[in-house]
């Protein structure tokens, strides 16, 4: 953690604008990952960066869109990692199966799912 002096910070030309607090002033803290960050937005600016993040947003945030909100995920229900993973895997596992019904029902593909529904009924 950073902090300067009072007459430091009153003396800035900034004083006013970042803080008020004539006791404290400003105080900033610098983390454990700081350098892990400044990689990231480094990289997070370049066109390269860009491009990948624009194709996510169009593949994947739709899905995460439709768990949370037709699927009702707001939130995990149960707390450790192993019953997180459980209960992620029960919601990916319902969005695919959701996501084939549309596309068997659609006709889309040229078969269609084996069971009882898909059997001819016996006549008697």
């Given at each position: 953690?950073?902090?300067a002096s009072a007459a430091t ?104 799912p084996c069971g009882p529904a ?7």
């Open positions: 953690m950073y902090r910070f009153q003396a800035c030309p900034a004083f006013g604008v970042c803080t008020n607090d004539l006791l404290n002033g400003r105080a900033l803290t610098v983390g454990p990952h700081d350098a892990v960050l400044r990689r990231h937005r480094t990289w997070m600016s370049t066109r390269e960066a860009q491009e990948i993040s624009k194709r996510r947003k169009q593949l994947i945030e739709p899905v995460f869109g439709i768990i949370k909100e037709q699927q009702g995920a707001h939130r995990f229900l149960l707390r450790g990692l192993v019953n997180v993973a459980a209960e992620w895997t029960l919601l990916a596992t319902a969005f695919n199966l959701r996501t084939l019904w549309r596309i068997w029902r659609s006709g889309a593909v040229g078969f269609l898909s059997q001819p009924i016996p006549s008697v």
